[in-house]
């Protein structure tokens, strides 16, 4: 082939997709195949179905031989899908870069011919310690869900019924008609009208004014200044929920600060501690109640109170 044959070639291509029949195909069209114009309400299933269905037919139909099919077995994973999915599904993947990964309690590592637990990180206990702490408050409770834009907790709350606020200034893409995005950062929160009733801090001061997000890289303990500005925005007497890393010796770098027992009471300074527990890693897998060993990290869970008048 002639290099302005090539060239010919290659400007065509895109044109040639594009008027190409098998590709023309309308949303009527569309709707007509899904067989959703017969059908008040087809089932969320039938309709992904259906459309993994079109999109596999389609992508044959351009050439695309390659594309396993549905319920293909997990023996056909080979290294190179393996190594995309890992990285397609992180935390520097797709979703993530959309602002649509929520950090799973235990992610999973693809490999060719299988899928393994990469390990068991420490959501695994502190979403369920929210959500048991939070269960003694009538919905619906305006609740400040703080650093919370990486997480489905504040969507879970809104469902629940309770009013949400989540203050973090990176995108948070979920919404609800009872849930509300505060876009900065908490030192940046407008006073609100009324006070909350309670604010949930997961996993998220310890790294307030650090250079890992590049919110605030000042390390001007805005951790210890983010406590007692919740003092502020929580009504007397109301509901503090935290969790943060702990281990039996206190360390700090650009990521995250780890608390020991005197920082962490440093930390709840002006509250009333009511129930303050330590889970522990053991190995990659496995968390268990009580104070982490020496050379491990753990994470300490607390419920506390705002002080009132009279306390
Ligand atoms: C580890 S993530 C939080 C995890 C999340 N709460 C969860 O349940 O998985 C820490 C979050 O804190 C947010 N953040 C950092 N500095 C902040 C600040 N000064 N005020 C509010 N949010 C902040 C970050 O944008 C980030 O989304």
Not at 19 to 37: C, F, K, N, Q, Y
Not at 126 to 140: D, I, M, N, R, S
Not at 179 to 200: K, S
Request: aromatic share 6%.
């Amino acid at each position: 082939m002639t290099a302005g044959a090539r060239l010919k070639a290659l400007l065509g291509w895109p044109l040639r997709r594009v008027l190409d029949p098998r590709v023309r195909m309308t949303v009527h069209e569309i709707d007509a195949r899904l067989g959703s114009e017969n059908l008040a309400r087809p089932t969320l299933h039938d309709r992904l179905d259906d459309l993994d269905r079109i999109g596999r037919d389609m992508l044959a139909g351009l050439g695309w031989r390659d594309v396993p099919a549905p319920g293909g077995g997990l023996e056909q994973l080979d290294a190179p899908r393996a190594a995309y999915l890992n990285w397609a599904t992180g935390p520097d993947g797709y979703a993530a870069q959309a602002g649509l990964w929520f950090n799973p309690p235990v992610p999973v590592h693809h490999e060719a011919g299988a899928v393994q637990p990469l390990l068991v990180n420490e959501r695994i206990v502190e979403q369920p310690f929210v959500f048991g702490a939070l269960a003694e408050l009538t919905q619906p409770a305006r609740v400040l869900d703080v650093g919370g834009s990486e997480s489905t907790l504040g969507l879970s709350l809104a469902t629940l019924g309770h009013d949400v606020t989540v203050v973090d200034p990176r995108a948070h893409r979920l919404a609800h008609p009872n849930l509300t995005h505060a876009a900065c950062r908490l030192d940046e929160l407008p006073a609100p009208a009324q006070r909350f009733d309670a604010a949930v801090v997961l996993s998220a001061v310890e790294h307030f004014g650090l250079e890992h997000y590049g919110l605030d890289a000042t390390d001007a303990r805005l951790d210890l200044a983010a406590l007692a500005r919740l003092r502020e925005l929580v009504a007397p007497g109301g509901l503090l929920v935290l969790t943060v890393p702990f281990a039996q010796d206190a360390s700090v770098d650009d990521f995250q600060r780890v608390y020991d027992e005197a920082g962490l009471a440093e930390l709840l300074r002006g509250w009333q501690v009511r129930r303050s527990l330590r889970v522990g890693r053991t190995d990659r897998l496995t968390w268990e109640l009580g104070v982490p060993s020496r050379e491990r990290h753990g994470v300490a869970l607390v419920t506390a109170t705002s002080p009132t008048a009279g306390s």
